[in-house]
């Protein structure tokens, strides 16, 4: 079956404008997953959807960052006020359950480069 | 907090050598460990798992044991191909936690 797409694969912006990133799980599964990867940082746990469950947070760094699932499906995560530094590869992964010995499935990422 | 912490790279072999990229853990419990491979302009995917003490996780002729005593979850492969060229990264998920954490990645190159 499809694995996890993400769109677009390349986002060129502007420091200051706000940018939208999509990601789309494999179907069937209940937990998201959003993660940066970038050359200073490597990769980091940014935010996790578990089904009707609150989302954790915790790892988003700062409150320009937000996300949201719709319908327990799709995912958009949003960052307002881009600044140079949230210049990153952003991943999504998905995982069939809530049980963290099971894989987490990954998609192909978006490049965000903010100018 | 969890950590991961993996041999600096990047590493270059010649194709039939011995492969080991060093992986170490720091976490409470009993963590879930991974590696994951990024081939060259693809995906992160999942390369082996192991999710208890003294498991062995294989796959594609690599192997990495997870050894308890040691905190750790090396990576060892006995003859590298070529294709085998990638970024490496070790991982685990806490006890009572979902994300992973990563470590810094190991960049190898096999030369023919």
Same mark, same amino acid.
């Given at each position: 079956?499809?694995?996890?797409?993400?769109?677009?694969?390349?986002?060129?912006?502007?420091?200051?404008?706000?940018?939208?990133?999509?990601?789309?799980?494999?179907?069937?599964?209940?937990?998201?997953?959003?993660?940066?990867?970038?050359?200073?940082?490597?990769?980091?746990?940014?935010?996790?959807?578990?089904?009707?469950?609150?989302?954790?947070?915790?790892?988003?760094?700062?409150?320009?960052?937000?996300?949201?699932?719709?319908?327990?499906?799709?995912?958009?995560?949003?960052?307002?006020?881009?600044?140079?530094?949230?210049?990153?590869?952003?991943?999504?992964?998905?995982?069939?359950?809530?049980?963290?010995?099971?894989?987490?499935?990954?998609?192909?990422?978006?490049?965000?480069?903010?100018? | 907090?969890?950590?991961?912490?993996?041999?600096?790279?990047?590493?270059?072999?010649?194709?039939?050598?011995?492969?080991?990229i060093n992986c170490t853990y720091t976490a409470t419990g009993y963590p879930s460990l991974f590696w994951y491979v990024q081939y060259p $302009?693809? %995906?992160? =995917?999942? @390369?082996?798992?192991?999710?208890?003490?003294?498991?062995?996780?294989?796959?594609?002729?690599?192997?990495?044991?997870?050894?308890?005593?040691?905190?750790?979850?090396?990576?060892?492969?006995?003859?590298?191909?070529?294709?085998?060229?990638?970024?490496?990264?070790?991982?685990?998920? $806490?006890? %009572?936690? =979902?994300? @992973?954490?990563?470590?810094?990645?190991?960049?190898?190159?096999?030369?023919?």
């Amino acid at each position: 079956g499809a694995g996890v797409s993400q769109s677009p694969s390349n986002k060129v912006t502007e420091k200051g404008k706000d940018v939208e990133l999509r990601c789309d799980p494999i179907s069937g599964h209940t937990a998201l997953y959003w993660y940066r990867q970038s050359l200073g940082q490597g990769l980091e746990f940014l935010i996790y959807f578990q089904g009707n469950s609150a989302p954790d947070k915790s790892g988003l760094p700062s409150d320009r960052f937000s996300a949201e699932r719709t319908g327990g499906s799709v995912s958009t995560l949003t960052i307002q006020r881009t600044q140079q530094e949230d210049s990153a590869v952003y991943l999504c992964a998905s995982r069939v359950r809530a049980d963290r010995t099971d894989t987490q499935y990954f998609g192909p990422g978006t490049r965000l480069t903010v100018l | 907090g969890n950590s991961v912490t993996q041999m600096e790279g990047p590493v270059t072999l010649s194709e039939e050598a011995f492969l080991t990229i060093n992986c170490t853990y720091t976490a409470t419990g009993y963590p879930s460990l991974f590696w994951y491979v990024q081939y060259p $302009g693809e %995906g992160l =995917q999942l @390369l082996l798992k192991a999710t208890k003490a003294d498991d062995k996780g294989s796959n594609k002729g690599f192997e990495a044991t997870y050894r308890k005593e040691t905190t750790s979850f090396h990576l060892e492969k006995g003859s590298v191909q070529v294709s085998d060229s990638a970024v490496y990264f070790c991982a685990l998920t $806490g006890q %009572g936690a =979902q994300k @992973l954490v990563f470590g810094q990645g190991t960049r190898l190159t096999i030369n023919p």
